[in-house]
């Protein structure tokens, strides 16, 4: 069981880890925090480098930490949050099925994080050396609670292209009001005073 539980982890894990280095660093001929940034900006992360950076860097941290198996719950965490946030912005209006680039890939590598917080990575994991077992129902809810959370602050945080409008409208708006207390000051200012 430890050697399956080994598989399962580095499969998840290193891809996980992998696809986030193309974010973060453009390895694997990935785009990059500049690129991907444009990306993360159309989605309503903004600024979109800084949230392709950590984006790539939840990745490649929850994808590295599930493949030594080490502090499993928290790589769980991580995970959960990440692929929460990326299969509700992304994909989740496309359906389920990657083929109509639906979710199914996030919520597969989610769910398989998560369900390995529950069973724990195995005897082949540096969670093994831990004096006590740090998977089970407990910390799984823990890991699911910290990361659907962490995920819906951030879909919480996101701005579209409508509320830059309204921003823009607003900043316009007060400009022109700030600019007609300045002429209406300058027109009684010119006028001539009445002296008897």
Known sequence: MGLGLLVIRLAVGLTLAAHGSQKLLGWFDGPGPEKAGKMMH?????????????AGASEMAGGTLLAL??????AAAIIV???????????AQKGFFLTSGGYEYTF???VTAWALAITGPGALALDSLWP????????????LIVGLGAGAVMLAARQTDDDDETAVTETSERD????????????????PTNQA
């Open 176 to 191: 022109v009001t700030r600019s007609t207390r300045i002429e209406g000051g300058r027109d009684s200012a010119a006028q």
């Open 69 to 74: 198996g080490f502090v499993t719950p928290v």
């Open 132 to 143: 006590i077992a740090l998977h089970g129902a407990v910390y799984a809810t823990l890991a």
């Open 108 to 110: 597969m590598l989610g």
């Open 81 to 91: 949050g990440t692929m929460f946030v990326a299969g509700a912005s992304a994909h």
């Open 42 to 54: 159309k989605l309503g992360f903004r600024p979109g480098p800084r949230h392709a950076r950590l």
